[in-house]
């Protein structure tokens, strides 16, 4: 089994940075991609990042490319989520996801999830 917490959430204004932190515990964790993805009221929750186990290769949504920065430490079993230059349509519960093989976009290729921590930001 696999167990992801999130953390790192919190509220600021806009263009500031947070860092968020999903610990992995269980499975081996260094072949399993990890995924941000984030889910504001009303929407389908979304992709925004994902990097893959073994060679750490990184995709982000178009809407924050050039802000946000996926990175893991697999000494640590941790995946990280760097958020720079914050707007307020970044707003939303951010989850993190992890899948036992390539990197994938959608939600339904992930079977384990975390319960989520809440980003708001302020204009």
């Known amino acids: 089994q696999v167990r992801l917490v999130e953390s790192g959430g919190g509220s600021v204004q806009a263009g500031d940075s947070l860092r968020l932190s999903c610990a992995a515990s269980?499975?081996?964790?260094?072949?399993?991609?990890m995924g941000w993805f984030r889910q504001a009221p009303g929407k389908e929750r979304m992709f925004v990042s994902v990097?893959?186990?073994?060679?750490?290769?990184?995709y982000y949504a178009d809407s924050v490319k050039g802000r946000f920065t996926i990175s893991r430490d697999n000494a640590k079993n941790t995946v990280y989520l760097q958020m720079n230059s914050l707007k307020p349509e970044d707003t939303a519960i951010y989850y993190c996801?992890?899948?036992?093989?390539?990197?994938?976009?959608?939600?339904?290729?992930?079977?384990?999830w975390g319960q989520g921590t809440q980003v708001t930001v302020s204009s």
């Open positions: 990097i893959s186990g073994n060679t750490g290769n990184t």
């Open positions: 269980g499975s081996p964790f260094s072949s399993y991609s």
């Open positions: 996801a992890a899948r036992a093989g390539p990197t994938a976009h959608n939600t339904r290729d992930y079977p384990y």
